[in-house]
């Protein structure tokens, strides 16, 4: 069975905290993907890599970073967190063709105080 | 920039009943369309996806969607609808290389189904 995992299903930060949310997957996929999801907004692309060591940035990758050291593994990064970035945090992979779906983990819940 | 649009917020459908989620796309070329559902706190599962081929599409848990290249839509649909079907679906396009082919979602129609 097919898995991508996040580190965490809930998280609580203060104001200007450093926050790491790591993800996981099993499937030697090449493209990894960090979205959030709001209420009425939908899913927005905050970061990708199609590689190791390789990132871009999404559509809203302010505040955000990301870091991918090994295939199966991609962190998102938020450098100084801020009550705006409280937020479900999805990860998903995909391999690299055009026509095969992407693999989601489970969320994170991040709550910033 | 390839997108969707879902036009509803919310369906409600009694069980038992037919039931269409909405989803049109803009895009150059020739789309690649999904659906997923997202049950309460928990991440996006697939559906279904549309690359090439037959129109109607069949996908997991009974569901199934109609692609229309005339009216540019890639409604999501079931023959009889359950309690358990409620939950969060999304349509999604697929981006091209320069995304890493990212989906690009709509906002999301929230399915309710009453007994």
């Known amino acids: 069975d097919v898995k991508v995992t996040q580190s965490s299903r809930y998280l609580v930060k203060r104001t200007g905290e450093k926050v790491f949310l790591e993800c996981v997957q099993d499937?030697?996929?090449?493209?990894m993907f960090w979205y959030r999801q709001d209420p009425g907004l939908g899913l927005r692309l905050i970061y990708f890599?199609?590689?190791?060591?390789?990132?871009e940035k999404g559509d809203i990758p302010e505040g955000y970073s990301v870091s991918r050291e090994k295939k199966e593994r991609f962190s998102l990064i938020l450098e100084s967190a801020s009550t705006n970035q409280t937020s479900m945090y999805l990860c998903?992979?995909?391999?690299?063709?055009?026509?095969?779906?992407?693999?989601f983990g489970q969320g994170t819940r991040l709550t910033v105080v | 920039a390839q997108s969707v649009a879902q036009p509803e917020d919310q369906v409600n459908v009694a069980e038992g009943n037919p039931l269409t989620v909405k989803c049109t796309y803009s895009?150059?070329?020739?789309?690649?369309l999904f659906w997923y559902v997202q049950y309460p706190n928990r991440g996006l599962q697939f559906l279904l996806k549309?690359?090439?081929?037959?129109?109607l599409v069949k996908g997991s848990y009974g569901f199934e969607a109609e692609f229309n290249k005339s009216q540019t839509s890639f409604h999501l649909k079931k023959p009889s609808a359950l309690v358990s079907d409620s939950a969060l679906y999304f349509c999604?396009?697929?981006?091209?290389?320069?995304?890493?082919?990212?989906?690009?979602f709509g906002k999301g129609t929230s399915l309710l189904v009453t007994p």
């Open positions: 895009v150059s070329g020739n789309p690649y």
């Open positions: 998903a992979s995909t391999s690299g063709g055009s026509s095969t779906e992407a693999f």
């Open positions: 499937m030697d996929h090449e493209n």
């Open positions: 999604a396009v697929r981006d091209g290389p320069n995304s890493g082919y990212a989906l690009n």
């Open positions: 890599s199609y590689d190791v060591k390789m990132k």
């Open positions: 549309y690359i090439t081929g037959d129109n």
